[in-house]
């Protein structure tokens, strides 16, 4: 992720909103259904397909095929990726 300064402001701008950061508390809890994820929003499907595509792009989470369902859950790689970018950001900064 560091090194990829787009990957970097993807995933930045992914996390940026709340309801995409509500989503991904939802997947702490383990893998869920588009429909599951709705269940807790008041939104369209549309707007729910659109904050699940950015998190897609962003790697913050991961979708896999179950027949028609399609089922998604955090990315927990990228997230220890994300927290070494902010340690050293935080590391520098003190100097």
Known sequence: M???PHQTQSVFQ??????????LRL???GEMTAGDI????DFSR?????HLSLLRQ???VRVRKDG??????????????????VFRFIEGSSE
Do not use: C, K
């Open 68 to 85: 028609q369902r399609r089922i998604y859950s955090l990315n927990t790689s990228l997230f220890e990726d994300l927290l070494g970018f």
């Open 58 to 60: 962003a790697e913050l």
């Open 46 to 50: 549309a707007s729910l397909s659109h």
């Open 27 to 29: 997947l702490r809890q």
């Open 38 to 41: 709705a269940a807790h929003f």
């Open 14 to 23: 992914a996390l940026s909103d709340p309801s995409r950061r509500e989503i």
């Open 2 to 4: 560091v090194d990829d």
